[in-house]
Nanobody, 126 residues
Framework: QVQVVESGGGLVQPGGSLRLSCAAS????????IGWFRQAPGKEREGVSCIMRDEHNTVYADSVKGRFTISRDNAKNMVYLEMNSLKPEDTAVYYCAATPLVKVWMKCTRDEYDYWGQGTQVTVSS
């Protein structure tokens, strides 16, 4: 069973950038899809971006396409979310989640992901 821990959140001004990291332990990442999800106050948790085996197979929410980039380094058991041109509406708690690749292919919906981190706060404000 895999465990994931997020880091890298913080306060950033509109137009700024942040890189979130997801560190996995307990199992190699090779057999897992990894997703980034976010939840703003009073809103449902939504999929931001998910990565399957590699960067050739990724999913992005329309709201972040062209601004966010997901990547993974299986050798280091790490997944990253590079966030550029941040907007106030990107403010949320960001969660990393994992699920077996055999269970989900090119899906980025929260119900499909089994193993969740505790989240990291991202606040975009001037």
């Amino acid at each position: 069973q895999v465990q994931v821990v997020e880091s890298g959140g913080g306060l950033v001004q509109p137009g700024g950038s942040l890189r979130l990291s997801c560190a996995a332990s307990g199992s190699t990442l090779d057999f897992y899809a990894i997703g980034w999800f976010r939840q703003a106050p009073g809103k449902e948790r939504e999929g931001v971006s998910c990565i399957m085996r590699d960067e050739h197979n990724t999913v992005y929410a329309d709201s972040v396409k062209g601004r966010f980039t997901i990547s993974r380094d299986n050798a280091k058991n790490m997944v990253y979310l590079e966030m550029n041109s941040l907007k106030p509406e990107d403010t949320a708690v960001y969660y990393c989640a994992a699920t077996p690749l055999v269970k989900v292919w090119m899906k980025c919906t929260r119900d499909e992901y089994d193993y969740w981190g505790q989240g990291t706060q991202v606040t975009v404000s001037s």
